[in-house]
């Protein structure tokens, strides 16, 4: 199985701000010559060399470039270019494909300025087995994009002839090399062969008799090489003298590029491009978090050892599996059982004197997850209290993992993605035990075998998809064949500690892993469950990740972000498709989300991880103030830049208030369910719109990255009794038959309307430099100084940026509206040459802006001529009431699900927890509703714009209506068509003329906002 790459515009918007920092910079051949000498042995003739071009832009006009970038993408604009040489910083959060972005920006910097030698620096063998892995699986997706295969290889120093086949080629070349290659001393005397000490690291620097005599270092300086330093905070070390800064400055680089998630503040140079885990997280390219917290409250031996597992929800009242000592023939044991209220610990531990001040049940609470017992002790779902050792916390650590990936895996196995568990550990014996009579079970080993068979035993009698439980019964899938470890082994093949200064052992530790990245995402390799050592975690990554459980000594702290960082890539299924929202739409968080299993508490790990996201994002506002808009220069909806003044600044913020979107300085509810809407009103302030929105994004909101608290969510269950109801089997025949649509319109009239909407309505921001000067005329007091007002009013200049295309840039603009249109590409060209020219030379100001705009102008009228001509026909097939059934649904009560009663699911799961939730607790409360639910993903109409699901299906009391079947869909604020976009507002009409054509007006379909709307729409 092979993973599918495919383009993702925020990939190629990080590749463009670096390749734009040259625009102006001719590409000619991209190559400068040079002669290598061969060295001794090969005399009387020399090799012809290519290294990379010298750069011709000055100082100033890279500067003009950078500054450029910075403000296209909100970054501060720098004064000059910061840092010895150029330097370029681009932040990409983790999971997001820093690697195949740096991929793509070589093959882009080659295309466009003919450079074509990369050095890529890496901090640990992990991290470059990883890199190298990358380029061997984009290897086809790359060179079916641009016609070329670049070569790539690892430095080894002992295959130092690669290096003159490095130097030799005129093509794009790539070595790949980890820091402990090359960050020796650099005092030259002690350079020489056969020197003791860190020979590896010393042989780049070295006069080597197999290289000629000649040194390494000198072929690859020569080159000029664009050098690519991957997590440059780790590469780099914080001080500025070392040994790695000095070696990488002995390579001769044209310039350097940091890539990292986690840039050193005092490391970064000219920042190009910002991905950092908000936007990650806002733009769901990467896996959402949820925590569930294994913590020990108490270690006092003279109290009982309690732990509750988890709180049991049923049909009756909710019961709880609690952890506790049980007296036996052999000793005390830990048990599991299943409690309900006045469920005595003394009792059933066997008379345990441990148990005697009241440790009964007194009340189970399924709806906070928590337990109480007669003594006042109170419990939540994954605490542990009493005399209960660190191996015990570990123990529930590893069956708290297993039965979330169960949980996990019943839930993704229908969609062919196969599910990975990953732990992390300090000491290989813990899993695996070497002695001259073989190899045995480390602890952590025998705990998870035993774990799982407990867990399974639990859980298969709730499982009901047979695919599923054939797959977990298959002796395929036996408990001994599902895990396996994955650390560095010595040339015997035997698992050894990992030390801090890798080698040999590693290396091959590392290469089994990487080499089983892909075979692991196939079901037909068993191992689901995967034990490495924390030593491991920088270059252990895998899509399909996604538990994770650190099951680390309590001294051995590491960051949260790195804890979650090695399972925060979307997923991809059996056939390497990336699971991301092209796929799944809004859906995209049900599936993907990563557990960390962690050793405290929710609230603790949540905080800790809020922490350091807060730190990594200390450039963002906190709140919202009117500082937030004064003196940026904005754009108004026509396309004119204005700088907001103080004043403009202060009307914003308090319309902001006026409208209920900010409250104490924080963003509101409404704000999201009405941005999401597309029905932002922000009064006189409408014409900058796009701006304060774009402001308002920059917005930190910590609750926006707060992890889950996984003990929470609940996945909403099948109510079959409520699907048998007569009035939903009544309602769902008058619904589930499949149309097919004809439409028939002028397309010649469809080009004219598209050219005169694009003349009319197309405007596109035009890119502006505003460079602001000012002095020091004099100096009244210290104070002056101190406020910041000895400064004089600066004057403002304004730079128009006349073309933003550069002549080495090629933009498929035909082919980028065609995908966003569906339109042919005759229909497409036909309207491009039908423009305007001063239409058509917007394209060039800004190239991205053109497209967008002009698909959704386009678009538009498409829906519009569609609307007018569309006829739904029966086809002879329905929808499978299968869809009920598979559809996956999680939500958090009280956040965005509410239980029910009449709903076909245990849980009514709303995207808002507004407007959605309120009329989802309007159709529990009414009498005259009998059963009603969220209609599934699966259950969609046909339209030219695209799928459309409906929201909602009502089926009321015969008799209490005049309508009894009815299908809705909920929106906010004013619910007139006008108000719509003009696509949405065609997939309704859509919607209505397919519900029109099958249920010979059985059916009533409506836009409603209220139950008061719906029942209006009924009664008429």
């Not at 734009?20 to 991209?30: A, L, T, W």
């Not at 963002?620 to 026509?638: C, G």
């Not at 204005?642 to 308090?654: G, M, P």
């Not at 104070?783 to 002549?807: D, F, N, P, Y």
Request: glycine content about 8%; aromatic content about 10%; proline content about 2%.
């Amino acid at each position: 199985m092979k993973i599918k790459y495919k383009h993702q515009r925020f990939q190629a918007e990080a590749t463009r701000c670096v390749t734009d920092v040259f625009q102006g910079q001719p590409k000619r051949d991209g190559l400068s010559n040079f002669l290598i000498d061969q060295g001794k042995g090969h005399i009387g003739f020399k090799v012809e060399g290519f290294g990379n071009a010298p750069i011709v832009l000055d100082r100033e006009s890279l500067c003009e470039n950078i500054r450029t970038i910075q403000m296209a993408q909100g970054l501060k604009p720098i004064e000059h270019i910061q840092g010895e040489g150029l330097t370029l910083t681009v932040e990409m959060e983790t999971g997001t494909g820093k690697t195949y972005t740096y991929i793509k920006t070589m093959y882009e910097l080659n295309q466009r300025y003919g450079w074509s030698k990369f050095i890529i620096v890496v901090p640990s063998i992990a991290i470059r087995e990883g890199v190298f892995k990358s380029f061997e699986s984009m290897a086809e997706h790359f060179a079916g994009e641009y016609g070329k295969r670049m070569q790539y290889f690892i430095y080894n120093s002992k295959q130092l002839s690669k290096i003159d086949g490095f130097a030799q080629d005129n093509g794009i070349h790539v070595m790949v090399i980890n820091t402990q290659a090359f960050n020796a001393s650099m005092n030259e005397e002690k350079n020489i062969q056969g020197r003791s000490g860190d020979a590896v690291a010393r042989i780049i620097f070295s006069r080597r008799d197999e290289f000629g005599s000649r040194r390494p270092i000198d072929i690859l300086a020569k080159t000029n090489p664009i050098m690519i330093i991957d997590e440059p905070q780790s590469v780099l070390g914080t001080d500025k003298g070392n040994a790695t800064r000095r070696g990488i400055q002995l390579f001769n680089p044209l310039f350097k590029v940091l890539y990292s998630a986690t840039h050193r503040k005092d490391d970064i140079y000219n920042m190009v491009f910002r991905l950092d885990a908000i936007d990650a997280y806002n733009k769901r390219l990467v896996k959402k978090v949820e925590v569930r917290g294994v913590h020990q409250l108490g270690s006092t031996a003279t109290n009982g050892y309690v732990y509750l597992d988890e709180i049991v929800i049923g049909k009756g009242n909710p019961q709880a599996r609690i952890g506790f000592d049980m007296k036996t023939n052999n000793g005390t044991r830990h048990v599991i059982r299943l409690a309900g209220e006045g469920f005595n610990l003394k009792e059933q531990s066997g008379g345990l004197q441990e148990y005697e001040d009241n440790y009964i049940v007194e009340r189970i609470d399924g709806l906070t997850g928590t337990i109480h017992f007669l003594n006042e002790l109170t419990l939540h779902e994954g605490d542990i209290v009493g005399a209960a050792n660190e191996e015990l916390v570990r123990r529930m650590q590893i069956r708290e993992t297993i039965k979330t990936h169960l949980e996990r895996e019943r839930q993704l196995f229908p969609r062919h993605i196969k599910v990975l568990s990953l732990f992390f550990i300090d000491h290989v014996d813990s899993y695996r035990i070497y002695s001259k009579e073989g190899v045995e079970k480390g602890k952590f080993a025998k705990m998870f075998e035993e774990e799982y068979q407990r867990a399974l035993q639990e859980m298969m009698p709730t499982f009901t998809d047979g695919a599923y439980m054939r797959f977990l019964s298959d002796p395929k899938n036996a408990c001994d064949n599902i895990h396996d470890g994955y650390f560095s082994v010595d040339k015997k093949g035997v698992s050894v500690e990992s030390k801090s200064k890798e080698g040999e052992n590693e290396e091959r530790g590392f290469n089994l892993i990487m080499k089983d990245k892909e075979r692991l995402l196939s079901q037909e390799c068993p191992v689901r469950f995967i034990f490495s050592h924390s030593a491991l975690k920088e270059g252990w990554d895998n899509p399909n990740v996604f538990q994770i459980c650190t099951l680390k000594d309590t001294a051995n702290e590491i960051k949260k972000r790195q804890e979650v960082g090695r399972g925060m890539r979307l997923c991809v299924n059996d056939k390497g498709e990336r699971q991301d929202t092209d796929v799944l739409g809004d859906t995209v968080f049900n599936i993907n989300i990563l557990t960390v299993i962690a050793s405290e508490s929710y609230d603790d790990f949540a905080k800790k991880l809020q922490k350091e996201i807060a730190e990594a994002c200390d450039t963002r506002p906190v709140i919202v103030t009117a500082n937030l808009f004064a003196d940026a220069m904005a754009q108004t909806e026509d396309g004119t830049t204005v700088k907001i003044s103080t004043q403009q600044a202060v009307d914003i913020h308090e319309e902001l208030i006026t409208q209920g979107y900010i409250k104490k300085g924080k963003l509101t509810q409404k704000y999201f369910d009405e941005k999401k809407a597309g029905q932002l009103d922000f009064g006189e302030a409408n014409e900058l719109k796009s701006f304060i929105i774009k402001q308002l994004d920059k917005v930190f909101d910590p609750d926006s990255v707060k992890p889950t608290n996984g003990r929470e969510k609940k996945e909403a269950k099948f109510n079959a009794d409520n699907f048998h109801k007569k009035e939903w089997q009544e309602l769902w025949k008058r619904i589930n038959t499949r149309t097919y649509y004809n439409v028939n319109f002028d397309t010649s009239k469809l080009i004219k309307n598209a050219i005169d909407e694009l003349y009319k309505h197309l405007n596109v921001t035009e890119i502006r430099i505003v460079v602001e000067s000012g002095g020091i005329e004099g100096i009244r007091d210290r104070e002056e100084l101190e406020v910041g007002t000895a400064m004089s009013a600066a004057k403002v200049r304004t730079i128009h940026v006349k073309e933003a295309v550069g002549s080495g840039v090629t933009y498929d603009l035909v082919g980028e509206l065609v995908q966003a249109t569906g339109l042919t590409r005759r229909t497409i060209v036909a309207i491009l040459q039908g423009i305007k020219p001063t239409t058509f030379h917007q394209f060039k100001l800004n190239p991205e802006e053109f497209i967008i705009k002009a698909g959704r102008i386009i678009n538009d009228c498409k829906a519009i001529s569609l609307i007018q001509h569309i006829r739904y026909e029966k086809r002879n097939n329905t929808f499978d009431s299968d869809i009920f059934e598979e559809a996956t649904l999680r939500g958090t009560l009280g956040k965005d699900a509410i239980e029910s009663e009449k709903s076909l699911y245990d849980l009514v799961v709303v995207d808002s927890q507004g407007i959605e939730r309120s009329f989802a607790e309007s159709l529990e409360k009414e009498d005259d509703v009998v059963v009603y639910t969220k209609l599934p993903g699966g259950f969609y109409i046909n339209t030219p714009m695209g799928k459309y699901n409906p929201d909602w299906a009502v089926a009321f009391r015969e008799g209490s209506v005049k309508h009894v079947y009815f299908v809705a869909e909920t929106k906010g604020n004013d619910i007139e068509a006008s108000q719509l976009r003009k696509a949405e507002d065609a997939k309704i009409e859509c919607a209505r003329r397919h519900f029109a054509a099958i249920s010979t007006g059985e059916v009533v379909y409506s836009v409603v906002k209220t139950y008061q709307d719906l029942y209006n729409a009924v009664t008429k």
